[in-house]
């Protein structure tokens, strides 16, 4: 059974430390997702990363946020230095790259609260 | 912030009654999806709609991509317990890659 993998599920921290979420997509699929969800702006886009290749990051603070996908299986999502509004629960996604056919697939998420 | 109008926000609802949703957008949308997302986890697709007029099921559920392609509606017929969640609608406008837009969310309640 083929999922998105994000670890840590949970994360607490204090105002000004990193954070580094990571993101396992469904082996196979070429495009990533970093979403973003809180109870006033549900679901944001943050990044998305075709064959590894970052194609929009328009959706992140570029002061604080990065993500990466160092290889075909790994994506990550920092925040440095992280402040308590980045608390909420970050949502990465896969898909195959197939354009206006393609459906996203998501991880369970990683739950951040900074204090 | 949402470009869809998603509604109702919240329904609470007797197990066996059918139940309907939808999605609303100003512009048009060449794919609508809806998504389940259960607590504490990721959102998990329930139907994909790529043509106008398109109706698919799945199960007790039912999914419509508007003539007009700029809504989409979710019907989920003998609704049960495990039905309570948040449903979802995403769509993709043209020219916009794999971007996904989501609405605000449904949060379905179903009493026994």
């Known amino acids: 059974d083929a999922r998105v993998t994000q670890t840590p599920r949970h994360k607490v921290t204090e105002m000004g430390q990193e954070v580094t979420m990571r993101c396992q997509p469904i082996l196979g699929h070429n495009t990533v997702f970093w979403y973003r969800q809180t109870m006033m702006q549900g679901l944001e886009l943050l990044a998305y990363?075709?064959?590894?290749?970052?194609?929009?990051d328009s959706g992140m603070p570029k002061d604080r946020f990065s993500a990466e996908m160092p290889d075909a299986t790994l994506a990550t999502l920092k925040i440095q230095p992280s402040e308590p509004r980045d608390s909420a629960v970050y949502f990465c996604?896969?898909?195959?790259?197939?354009?206006?056919?393609?459906?996203?697939?998501f991880g369970p998420g990683t739950r951040l609260l900074v204090l | 912030g949402q470009q869809l109008n998603q509604s109702p926000q919240s329904m609470f609802i007797q197990e066996g009654e059918d139940v309907s949703m939808n999605c609303t957008s100003s512009?048009?949308?060449?794919?609508w999806l809806w998504y389940k997302q259960d607590p504490g986890e990721g959102p998990v697709l329930l139907i994909a709609l790529y043509k106008a007029g398109e109706l698919t099921s799945n199960g007790r559920l039912t999914a419509q991509f508007g003539i007009t392609r700029k809504d989409s509606f979710l019907n989920i017929s003998a609704s049960i317990p495990s039905d309570v969640g948040i449903y979802f609608c995403?769509?993709?406008?043209?020219?916009?890659?794999?971007?996904?837009?989501f609405g605000a969310g449904t949060r379905l309640a179903v009493h026994p």
């Open positions: 512009s048009i949308f060449n794919t």
């Open positions: 996604a896969s898909g195959l790259g197939q354009g206006v056919l393609e459906t996203q697939y």
């Open positions: 990363f075709r064959n590894r290749a970052p194609l929009d």
């Open positions: 995403a769509g993709r406008r043209p020219g916009g890659y794999n971007k996904l837009i």
